[in-house]
């Protein structure tokens, strides 16, 4: 969480509650039913379902699963319904935190969304109080064994098929670009014989909020135990951690 990747600071990924087999097929599952609500449940002509069964795939979630979320979703089947929210609010220093949910009980999530920014030093806000620091931004990101070209070459390549900026991040491009232009980035990218590992909307702050270090571990706490939430999908600000605290994990 620390530095200044644009990745690092606003894609603050759940991962803990993915250790197991069944937690990772649940959140799986629930992006599938998302994906599916939004745009239907045709993988070529849904970008973004088809992202998401890509990565059902890869985490061997059995079909008869995968078929009884879409099921649901396009409400042919009875079953649980989920819906998309998004809560706005404040962390310790004053920092900004947008958090995606997906929930079949939204007085329970808004309850403990509440209970959490409480307890952890921060406020739940109204809708709007922070989304106007950021910017709706397209990510993916493409491993870096995958690509022949030089990383200049690459660069020119995907600026033309619509990217706005890229940043090398370990062992990964990672391409940032207005949301509308995921679809045309990854039919490049196949183009090329090269495909993305990773692809989804995120919010890009437009400024930045750098925490003292007496604050650090407060902001990093909420923020984990935002991330921990079963009904988060992913959770968004615009702290910048010191790179001491970094240092220290």
């Not at 890009?204 to 706490?221: G, Q, R, S, Y």
């Not at 909420?222 to 959770?235: A, N």
Request: net charge negative; proline share 3%; hydrophobic share 40%.
């Amino acid at each position: 969480m620390s530095g200044h990747s644009k990745w690092k600071n606003i894609a603050h990924r759940k991962g803990k509650q993915d250790s197991s087999k069944g937690q990772l097929f649940t959140r799986l599952c629930r992006d599938i039913y998302t994906a599916t609500r939004r745009g239907g449940a045709n993988p070529d002509t849904n970008y973004h379902l088809k992202m998401a069964l890509e990565k059902a795939r890869v985490a061997s979630v059995p079909n008869d699963t995968v078929i009884r979320t879409i099921a649901k979703a396009t409400g042919t089947l009875e079953g649980v319904r989920y819906e998309d929210l998004m809560y706005e609010g404040y962390g310790p220093s004053g920092v900004a935190i947008m958090i995606a949910l997906s929930t079949n009980n939204r007085n329970r999530t808004a309850a403990e969304m509440r209970h959490l920014f409480s307890k952890y030093g921060g406020s739940l806000g109204e809708s709007g109080c922070v989304a106007w620091m950021f910017k709706s931004t397209g990510v993916m990101t493409v491993a870096t064994d995958q690509v022949a070209m030089s990383e200049d070459d690459f660069t020119l390549v995907m600026l033309d098929a619509g990217i706005d900026d890229v940043e090398i991040d370990e062992e990964q491009y990672l391409l940032y670009m207005a949301p509308e232009h995921l679809a045309q980035v990854e039919e490049a990218l196949l183009a090329a014989d090269m495909h993305s590992e990773r692809a989804e909307l995120a919010y890009l702050p437009i400024t930045w909020v750098d925490v003292p270090i007496e604050d650090a571990d407060k902001v990093a706490t909420l923020i984990g135990m935002l991330e921990e939430h079963e009904d988060v999908q992913s959770v968004s600000t615009n702290v910048r951690l010191p790179e001491e605290y970094g240092s220290e994990e």
